[in-house]
């Protein structure tokens, strides 16, 4: 064959995990044609090289595959999807996305785990891999519907959730009985490979039983048994990891795909933060406050992109047994809180923008009060103020009518009558009600439903009211996110270094209590005056972004003013040699 002629080359059906020529992690092979030492044994002479070879070793990958970043993207879209057609609007909202987040998370670790250490490319993987991409696609059909806190009418969807469950379960079965094949001469490695597969399978039949549990009569809570059953494999998994370091995460890409998982939901909060954006181009608002909150914004996923891979593992620097496991499992809660606090952090802009609106509107229409006290002059102001506000907001005109309201004006003496004053502020709150619903702030979804079911006729100014209302959540878990994002990488940067100077100390002493600081900013929604003064101002994203800042410049200066631990650090920072 000529050189440089490429020659495609088939996949094997199946492949195996192991070295073909190696011995376990952590040795190097011995160069061929050198002298191999040698042990005698009776009659036999056994090399160390042969000694090496008796005990499997599997292939090391330290890179991850472009079909496992595919995954990777599966679930974010996922999370994506289910966010956007599931808004986090009251209590019952924000747990099921907990809840949600908890099932998707983990499923993903469990796939995420066996690939780091066995996934090798062959046609059976590929197979299991298409099977697993199905499951991501039916968490995200299943998740529109999925509510626990109405198990009475989302029993089928929950019944649907148990069976994906259970299957993703059964493809890892698969998988890693091909694994115990392969090694199946080998005691010490089959043990902790059989006690994954019966976790993973007492957890499908647990997941078939809690189907049977979800029906429309069913008014439990059997659907945190899933959390249970998710959590418990996880741990069966890493504690046998530990214990049989054969089958540990040491030599793998485990602390790579946890990164690139951080950076793709860095990436889709940037998505979510130009989408609230896109709003304030519509507007052609572009105050200083609404400059503020964008450039705030901005700051604030860059300097999380900081804090966070300044202190990712060096690929080249192995961490113990023990910091490999909870360096993974503490990525849980740190998505989650880094998740909602992406979501905030648009929702928040968009609130910017909507006041920044409803100020021009206001303005408007005081104007236009204060102008004359002749009704039919304010009803004709009134009507052109409305038909620019719900032009603008894209209203439907039989939800956002202002017509009854102005016929109520104009039937009035004059304009310094209790009736017309009532008729001019339905007016303002309509147009109001109007602009929110243009920009998605609106009362929770069960509330609506409520009011529907109970034949209610809500007014403007309760019906503005309510959407208002969800914002006090939004200001709660925004700060309570945000402030558990840095205590968690606090942690992070305590694992992720196995030597630490005092100025490493100091960063993860300010990392936690300016992560504290932040997340107890959460209880000014108990005094109502000072919530509300602070949530109709422009200063909620600042805020954060100069925490971040601080803590992004101290242990900028922190490196420099004290030295760093030979060799060892993250990405950007500075490795000494000796």
Not at 175 to 184: E, F, P
Not at 240 to 246: D, E, L, M, N, P
Not at 485 to 499: D, E, H, P
Request: hydrophobic share 50%.
């Amino acid at each position: 064959m000529a050189h440089g002629k490429l020659r495609y080359r088939p996949l094997p059906l199946i492949a195996s995990p192991l070295e073909q020529h190696g011995h376990a992690h952590g040795h190097k092979a011995h160069k061929h044609g050198s002298e191999q030492p040698s042990i005698e044994k009776g009659e036999e002479v056994i090399t160390v090289q042969e000694q090496y070879d008796a005990t499997p070793a599997f292939r090391e990958r330290e890179e991850a595959s472009s079909i496992e970043l595919f995954y990777d993207l599966f679930f974010v879209a996922n999370l994506t999807t289910f966010t956007a057609n599931k808004p986090i609007d009251d209590k019952n909202t924000i747990s099921s996305y907990i809840g949600f987040f908890v099932l998707l998370w983990f499923t993903w670790l469990q796939v995420v785990v066996y690939d780091v250490r066995f996934g090798i490319d062959s046609l059976f993987e590929r197979f299991c891999k298409l099977l697993h991409f199905g499951v991501m696609v039916s968490f995200a059909i299943v998740g529109n519907s999925f509510d626990p806190s109405s198990p009475k009418t989302s029993y089928v969807s929950m019944r649907q959730l148990s069976l994906i469950m259970m299957v993703s379960r059964i493809v890892l079965i698969c998988q890693y009985t091909s694994v115990v094949y392969w090694v199946r001469q080998h005691r010490k490695i089959t043990t902790p490979l059989v006690i994954h597969v019966l976790a993973l399978a007492i957890g499908a039949v647990l997941c078939l039983g809690f189907f049977f549990t979800f029906t429309s009569k069913s008014s439990g809570k059997a659907y945190i048994g899933w959390y249970v059953v998710a959590i418990l494999e996880a741990l069966a998994v890493f504690l046998s990891s530990s214990q049989w370091k054969v089958v540990g995460f040491k030599h793998t890409n485990l602390h790579e795909r946890c990164g690139l998982l951080t950076l793709i939901i860095l990436g889709e909060g940037i998505i979510v933060l130009t989408k609230a954006m896109s709003y304030v181009t519509k507007g052609e608002n572009f105050s200083a406050p609404i400059i503020g909150q964008i450039i705030s914004a901005t700051l604030i996923i860059y300097f999380l992109y900081m804090l966070y891979f300044d202190r990712v593992p060096n690929p080249h620097i192995h961490l113990p047994s023990w910091s490999h496991n909870f360096w993974a499992l503490i990525h849980f809660p740190f998505h989650l809180a880094l998740v909602l606090f992406m979501e905030g952090t648009s929702r928040l802009i968009t609130w910017r923008n909507a006041l920044e609106m409803f100020d021009v509107i206001y303005e408007g229409w005081n104007d236009i009060w204060l102008a004359s006290n002749d009704t039919a002059i304010l009803a004709d102001g009134f009507t052109q103020l409305g038909d620019i506000v719900l032009e603008f907001s894209e209203a439907d005109l039989s939800k956002f009518n202002i017509t009854g309201y102005l016929t109520d004006l104009t039937n009035e003496a004059d304009g310094a009558t209790e009736g017309a004053a009532v008729a001019a502020v339905e007016i303002l709150v309509t147009l109001v009600n109007a602009l929110f619903k243009f920009f998605k702030i609106e009362a929770s979804k069960k509330e609506v439903k409520k009011e529907a079911a109970e034949g209610l006729k809500v007014d403007p100014l309760t019906s503005l009211q309510n959407a208002i209302a969800v914002y006090d959540l939004v200001f709660v878990y925004f700060f309570v996110a945000a402030g558990l994002t840095l205590v968690i990488m606090a942690l992070l940067m305590v694992v992720s270094k196995r030597k630490k100077v005092l100025g490493d100390w100091l960063g993860v002493a300010l990392r936690l209590a300016l992560g504290v600081g932040i997340s107890l900013v959460a209880i000014v929604k108990t005094n109502f005056d000072a919530k509300d003064s602070f949530l109709s101002s422009a200063w909620m994203l600042p805020c954060v972004m100069l925490g971040l800042l601080v803590v992004v410049v101290a242990e900028g200066v922190l490196g420099w003013v004290l030295p760093a631990p030979r060799k060892e650090g993250g990405h950007g920072e500075v490795e000494r040699e000796g």
